[in-house]
Antibody, heavy 126, light 106 residues
């Protein structure tokens, strides 16, 4: 049974960098058909895809984050991570990591988020 | 970005009733649409992919249809455990975007 668990600080100061990790258990992050994604949720903007990465390093980002987001993968730890720089109160959200099932990649064919972590609340405040 | 508009934003129905939610895309997305269920305090759960394909283990009372810009999600016989918020999500064009959600109550 695949399990994803987010970890990281729950409070980040404005202008600083938010850092989260997602540890994957019950499956390999190097599996061929999968990307690994970050999605955040706020009451105001709803669900927002941040980006997805494959173990090979292939990455797709949501341009709305204007290059503030960096996603990386550590296959030795079966983990992937998110860094979001220059945060503001607008980045306060529930952050989810998820398995992005994409057998044909993220730009063609079907793909979907089929397994999610429980989510971690990150508040941006001084 | 492709905007996904769901309606209604909330609804109330009785156990055993049929519930229908619509999702409209701001441009053509073929059948590149997924549906998720989110219960309070929980992460979203995939129910349907490719507009109408049921994820493994999901009850058959959930179904989806549509193509192009207009899509429908149906719960054929509402059960108490179906109380949740439902989201559509398009993947035709990056960035992936989600609808605003429909909260189903009893």
């Amino acid at each position: 049974q695949l399990h994803l668990q987010e970890s990281g600080p729950g409070l980040v100061k404005p202008s600083e960098t938010l850092s989260l990790s997602c540890t994957v258990s019950g499956g390999s992050i190097s599996s061929k058909s999968y990307y690994w994604g970050w999605i955040r949720q706020t009451p105001g903007k709803g669900l927002e895809w941040i980006g997805s990465i494959k173990h090979s390093g292939n990455i797709y980002y949501n341009p709305s984050l204007k290059s503030r987001a960096t996603i990386s993968v550590d296959t030795s730890k079966n983990q992937f991570s998110l860094k979001l720089s220059s945060v503001t109160a607008a980045d306060t959200a529930l952050y989810y990591c998820a398995r992005h099932n994409a057998p044909f990649g993220v730009v063609e064919g079907y793909h979907y988020f089929d397994s999610w972590g429980q989510g971690t609340l990150v508040t941006v405040s001084s | 970005d492709i905007q996904m508009t769901q309606s209604p934003s909330s609804l109330s129905a009785s156990v055993g009733n049929t519930v229908t939610i619509t999702c409209r895309a701001s441009q053509y997305i073929s059948n590149y649409l997924n549906w998720y269920q989110q219960k309070p305090g929980k992460a979203p759960k995939l129910l349907l992919y490719d507009a109408s394909n049921l994820e493994v283990g999901v009850p058959s009372r959930f179904s989806g249809s549509g193509s192009g810009t207009d899509f429908t999600f149906t719960i054929s016989s509402l059960q108490p455990e179906d109380i949740a918020t439902y989201f559509c999500q398009q993947y035709d064009t990056l960035p992936i975007t989600f609808g605003g959600g429909t909260t189903v109550g009893i």
